[in-house]
Protein backbone atom coordinates (compact mmCIF):
# COMPACT_ATOMS: atom_id res chain seq x y z
CA UNK A 1 0.00 0.00 0.00
CA UNK A 2 1.40 3.46 -0.45
CA UNK A 3 0.51 6.22 1.83
CA UNK A 4 -0.22 9.48 0.03
CA UNK A 5 0.06 11.53 3.57
CA UNK A 6 2.02 11.24 6.52
CA UNK A 7 -0.02 9.59 9.13
CA UNK A 8 0.31 9.63 12.97
CA UNK A 9 -0.45 6.88 15.76
CA UNK A 10 -2.28 7.61 18.52
CA UNK A 11 1.10 7.42 20.69
CA UNK A 12 2.45 10.20 18.01
CA UNK A 13 4.44 7.90 16.13
CA UNK A 14 4.95 9.16 12.37
CA UNK A 15 4.15 7.04 9.34
CA UNK A 16 5.71 8.84 6.41
CA UNK A 17 4.24 9.13 3.20
CA UNK A 18 5.72 6.21 1.17
CA UNK A 19 5.32 2.32 0.03
CA UNK A 20 4.72 -0.15 3.06
CA UNK A 21 3.33 -3.57 3.14
CA UNK A 22 0.61 -4.12 5.68
CA UNK A 23 -0.55 -6.91 7.91
CA UNK A 24 -3.46 -7.52 10.11
CA UNK A 25 -3.46 -10.15 12.63
CA UNK A 26 -5.99 -11.14 14.98
CA UNK A 27 -5.10 -12.60 18.57
CA UNK A 28 -7.84 -13.53 20.90
CA UNK A 29 -9.70 -10.73 19.92
CA UNK A 30 -7.20 -7.81 19.79
CA UNK A 31 -6.68 -6.49 16.34
CA UNK A 32 -3.28 -4.93 15.00
CA UNK A 33 -2.09 -3.20 11.84
CA UNK A 34 1.50 -3.26 11.07
CA UNK A 35 3.16 -0.65 8.57
CA UNK A 36 6.30 -2.55 7.43
CA UNK A 37 8.94 -1.32 4.96
CA UNK A 38 12.41 -2.12 4.06
CA UNK A 39 15.10 -0.77 5.92
CA UNK A 40 12.62 0.86 8.85
CA UNK A 41 11.42 -0.48 12.17
CA UNK A 42 7.52 -1.64 11.70
CA UNK A 43 5.29 0.75 12.87
CA UNK A 44 1.90 -1.39 14.63
CA UNK A 45 -1.20 0.29 15.37
CA UNK A 46 -3.99 -1.66 17.56
CA UNK A 47 -7.58 -1.75 16.56
CA UNK A 48 -11.20 -1.89 17.74
CA UNK A 49 -13.76 -4.07 16.02
CA UNK A 50 -16.92 -2.20 15.14
CA UNK A 51 -20.00 -2.80 17.19
CA UNK A 52 -23.31 -3.11 15.00
CA UNK A 53 -23.50 -2.92 11.47
CA UNK A 54 -20.42 -3.85 9.81
CA UNK A 55 -20.98 -1.94 6.70
CA UNK A 56 -21.58 1.53 8.23
CA UNK A 57 -18.43 3.40 8.08
CA UNK A 58 -16.55 5.95 10.49
CA UNK A 59 -15.82 7.84 7.90
CA UNK A 60 -16.78 8.41 4.24
CA UNK A 61 -13.87 10.06 2.43
CA UNK A 62 -11.87 7.75 0.65
CA UNK A 63 -8.13 8.27 0.76
CA UNK A 64 -6.84 4.77 0.00
CA UNK A 65 -8.60 2.53 -2.71
CA UNK A 66 -9.58 -1.08 -1.71
CA UNK A 67 -6.53 -3.39 -1.26
CA UNK A 68 -7.55 -6.95 -1.52
CA UNK A 69 -5.64 -9.05 1.39
CA UNK A 70 -4.66 -12.55 1.26
CA UNK A 71 -3.72 -14.98 4.21
CA UNK A 72 -0.01 -14.99 4.59
CA UNK A 73 -0.89 -18.99 4.44
CA UNK A 74 -1.81 -19.07 1.50
CA UNK A 75 0.64 -19.98 -1.60
CA UNK A 76 2.06 -17.21 -3.55
CA UNK A 77 2.80 -17.83 -7.40
CA UNK A 78 6.35 -17.04 -8.60
CA UNK A 79 6.65 -13.59 -10.81
CA UNK A 80 7.75 -16.28 -13.81
CA UNK A 81 4.24 -18.55 -12.80
CA UNK A 82 2.46 -15.04 -12.78
CA UNK A 83 4.06 -13.22 -15.96
CA UNK A 84 1.73 -15.41 -18.73
CA UNK A 85 -1.62 -15.32 -19.70
CA UNK A 86 -3.16 -18.97 -20.48
CA UNK A 87 -6.29 -17.06 -22.40
CA UNK A 88 -5.19 -14.17 -23.76
CA UNK A 89 -6.91 -11.71 -21.17
CA UNK A 90 -5.53 -9.78 -18.66
CA UNK A 91 -3.83 -10.84 -15.30
CA UNK A 92 -6.39 -9.34 -13.40
CA UNK A 93 -9.28 -10.69 -15.64
CA UNK A 94 -7.79 -14.67 -15.33
CA UNK A 95 -7.27 -14.84 -11.74
CA UNK A 96 -9.85 -16.28 -9.67
CA UNK A 97 -9.94 -15.96 -5.97
CA UNK A 98 -12.72 -15.20 -3.49
CA UNK A 99 -11.31 -12.28 -1.64
CA UNK A 100 -12.16 -12.79 2.00
CA UNK A 101 -10.80 -9.60 3.12
CA UNK A 102 -10.34 -5.65 2.57
CA UNK A 103 -8.21 -2.80 3.83
CA UNK A 104 -9.96 0.70 2.86
CA UNK A 105 -8.81 4.19 4.23
CA UNK A 106 -11.21 7.01 4.72
CA UNK A 107 -10.80 10.88 5.84
CA UNK A 108 -13.46 12.15 8.37
CA UNK A 109 -15.39 14.73 7.34
CA UNK A 110 -16.99 15.23 11.05
CA UNK A 111 -13.17 14.97 12.45
CA UNK A 112 -10.90 16.89 10.92
CA UNK A 113 -7.61 14.82 10.82
CA UNK A 114 -8.80 11.70 11.49
CA UNK A 115 -8.24 8.67 9.35
CA UNK A 116 -9.67 5.04 9.68
CA UNK A 117 -8.31 1.84 7.75
CA UNK A 118 -10.91 0.04 7.67
CA UNK A 119 -10.50 -3.77 7.29
CA UNK A 120 -13.24 -6.37 6.92
CA UNK A 121 -13.01 -9.93 6.36
CA UNK A 122 -15.72 -12.63 5.97
CA UNK A 123 -15.54 -16.24 7.40
CA UNK A 124 -16.42 -19.41 6.16
CA UNK A 125 -20.26 -18.94 7.18
CA UNK A 126 -20.11 -15.33 5.06
CA UNK A 127 -20.56 -13.26 8.51
CA UNK A 128 -18.20 -9.98 8.25
CA UNK A 129 -16.24 -8.80 11.21
CA UNK A 130 -14.76 -5.07 10.77
CA UNK A 131 -11.64 -3.54 12.94
CA UNK A 132 -10.98 -0.14 12.59
CA UNK A 133 -7.49 1.45 13.03
CA UNK A 134 -8.03 4.94 14.18
CA UNK A 135 -4.83 7.33 12.72
CA UNK A 136 -4.50 10.67 12.21
CA UNK A 137 -2.95 13.20 9.29
CA UNK A 138 -1.21 15.28 11.90
CA UNK A 139 0.44 15.33 15.23
CA UNK A 140 -2.03 15.41 18.40
CA UNK A 141 -0.82 17.91 20.51
CA UNK A 142 -0.36 17.29 24.44
CA UNK A 143 -3.13 18.04 26.84
CA UNK A 144 -1.78 20.24 29.79
Excluded at 20 to 47: A, M, Q, R
Excluded at 89 to 109: F, G, H, I, M, N
Excluded at 111 to 130: H, W
Aim: overall charge positive.
Amino acid sequence: MTLPIDLFTQEGTKIEKRKYEIEVKSDLGHWTLSFVSEGKNSVIVKGTIAAGDPFTLPARIPLVGTHHMRSSSEPLKTAQERQFSKTGLPQYAEQERDWKATVRVYKSSSEPGEVFFVFQVRDASGKVTRADFNLHSEALQEKR
